[in-house]
């Protein structure tokens, strides 16, 4: 079945250790997009790729990067994460910028 | 400023009954608004979408009804099931094309 893959689904990292958490899909879409979403909270955009074309959030901190290298991969790297950074992130794609999001289980991070 | 917010964080219903969740919007602007349900350790989940030239769309059990007048938006759901227990965003999608998710609602099935 198509869909959108997360790996790992749990991920634990120590204050400050670069992480990078990692998103698959075999639906060709071309947008991937990056969300954070706290306990009890809404998911937050951080950024996505339509295609090749990287585009940040204006609030998304510099902390957080994301290389797509081809269409199916897309990463999310958190330089020095925080003790704030720990969240559920979570990966989801679409045919085009107008068109449904489909996400995937996302990835918790937990921070220690 | 713009947001999608929803009346209540939760609601408990009895299994059987249908369930009606409530969503605000405040940006006029914003052509087309979506339900996920969310469940416990699992990503968002599309369940019915609607542009802002219907006020009503129907899907299997689900029906979302938009009153633009009242930026209004809710999703019903008939003969609630254990199922249905999950907490459900509505979103809207701005100008920009950008999805802005409300705050969510968690819907606890009573037996």
């Known amino acids: 079945d198509a869909m959108v893959i997360q790996n790992p689904r749990y991920q634990v990292t120590q204050f400050g250790k670069p992480v990078t958490l990692s998103c698959s899909q075999t639906?060709?879409?071309?947008?991937m997009y990056w969300y954070q979403q706290k306990s009890s909270q809404a998911p937050k955009l951080l950024f996505h790729y339509y295609d090749k074309d990287f585009n940040n959030e204006a609030d998304t901190p510099d902390n957080f990067q994301s290389r797509r290298p081809n269409t199916s991969f897309c990463f999310l790297d958190i330089r020095s994460p925080g003790l704030g950074d720990a969240a559920m992130y979570l990966c989801?794609?679409?045919?085009?910028?107008?068109?449904?999001?489909?996400f995937g289980p996302g990835t918790r991070l937990l921070v220690l | 400023g713009e947001s999608v917010g929803l009346h209540l964080p939760t609601l408990s219903v009895q299994e059987g009954d249908n369930s009606i969740i409530n969503c605000a919007y405040s940006n006029s602007a914003s052509d087309y608004f979506i339900w996920y349900k969310q469940e416990s350790g699992k990503g968002p989940q599309f369940i019915i979408d609607i542009r802002s030239n219907m006020d009503k769309r129907q899907g299997q059990r689900v029906t979302v009804l938009l009153n633009k007048t009242v930026k209004h938006l809710s999703l019903q759901i008939a003969a609630t099931q254990p199922g249905d227990s999950a907490v459900y965003f509505c979103?809207?999608?701005?100008?920009?094309?950008?999805?802005?998710f409300g705050k969510g609602t968690r819907l606890h099935i009573l037996p």
């Open positions: 639906l060709n879409h071309n947008v």
């Open positions: 989801a794609t679409s045919s085009g910028p107008q068109e449904t999001q489909y």
């Open positions: 979103a809207e999608r701005r100008r920009d094309d950008k999805i802005i």
